[in-house]
């Protein structure tokens, strides 16, 4: 009797109803661990985000400044300043997250990459905690962005339910194009290849998109391509939630599935690759 009270505990948490939260528990936990790492980077070089402060600031400031003047893209009754600022937040997290790769080539350079091989963690756990360290980064943009929108006297929306919002599309969009690259750098393996691709992916990426201009001024191909692009869904969403009255055009329902279901393949897909970036 006294055996058989000892192993019902143990049975309780080897039934098979439990096994799968046991194992999502143990997912989170390895890919909390791995984010944890990569974020502390940022103790070491805490300059990288003051100068990734630059580009968002300029477009804003210079860009979207004449631009609201001038009046050349039709925007309705929305300020070219107000529509191009979700835009430019979305840029700023397409831009870190794109080259995010090549941190790992770096550290199969150094060693780091056989380490998390050989540690007892899956490879979708390593490469979702990259895509949150990732996300954990382009937060940073997000509170840029809120700073000089609110100088240049956007028509931000402010509750709590709004801006949570944009915390959940930034990190979204932060994973999607973090784990992107890293399947970039599992298939080049070397820097200078990834710098290339890199460059070429960026621009077609961001300007095939709603960022900076509406798609309805859009050729019906290349519209046809912003359907398509990711970032389009993250712009969307982004702009429906920072702005006031604003209303998405595909609705944040679509935004955010398209964002979350693009991230979970590119995860699976990355973890499956990353093991290649060792040889």
């Not at 599992?186 to 460059?199: D, W, Y």
Request: include cysteine; charged fraction near 15%.
């Amino acid at each position: 009797m006294k055996q058989e009270e000892r192993a019902a505990p143990h049975a309780v948490f080897t039934s098979p109803w439990l096994r799968p939260l046991a194992a999502t528990a143990t997912f989170v936990r390895q890919a909390l661990v791995i984010a944890e790492l990569e974020a502390r980077k940022l103790r070491h070089d805490p300059t990288e985000l003051l100068t990734r402060a630059v580009q968002p600031a300029l477009w804003l400031l210079v860009f979207g400044q004449v631009f609201t003047h001038t009046r050349a893209i039709p925007t309705g009754d929305l300020r070219y300043i107000d529509f191009m600022s979700p835009g430019i937040l979305a840029q700023s997290v397409l831009f870190i997250s794109i080259f995010y790769g090549i941190a790992a080539i770096w550290e199969r350079d150094v060693g780091i990459v056989h380490k998390f091989l050989v540690a007892p963690a899956s490879r979708a756990a390593i490469a979702t905690g990259k895509a949150l360290s990732a996300g954990v980064r382009a937060l940073s943009q997000a509170i840029i962005v809120y700073v000089l929108a609110a100088i240049l006297q956007v028509r931000l929306a402010l509750t709590v339910q709004a801006v949570l919002g944009v915390i959940v599309a930034v990190v979204l969009g932060a994973a999607l194009f973090s784990t992107f690259s890293l399947i970039v750098a599992c298939l080049v393996k070397t820097r200078e290849r990834f710098m290339g691709i890199g460059q070429v992916l960026t621009m077609p990426l961001f300007f095939a998109s709603n960022a900076i201009y509406p798609l309805s001024v859009m050729p019906d191909w290349l519209r046809t391509i912003a359907l398509g692009n990711p970032l389009t869904y993250e712009v969307d969403a982004l702009r429906t939630l920072m702005l006031s009255g604003q209303a998405s055009s595909y609705g944040l329902g679509v935004d955010f599935a398209v964002l979350t279901g693009v991230t979970a393949l590119f995860v699976v897909i990355a973890g499956q690759l990353y093991p290649r970036i060792a040889t």
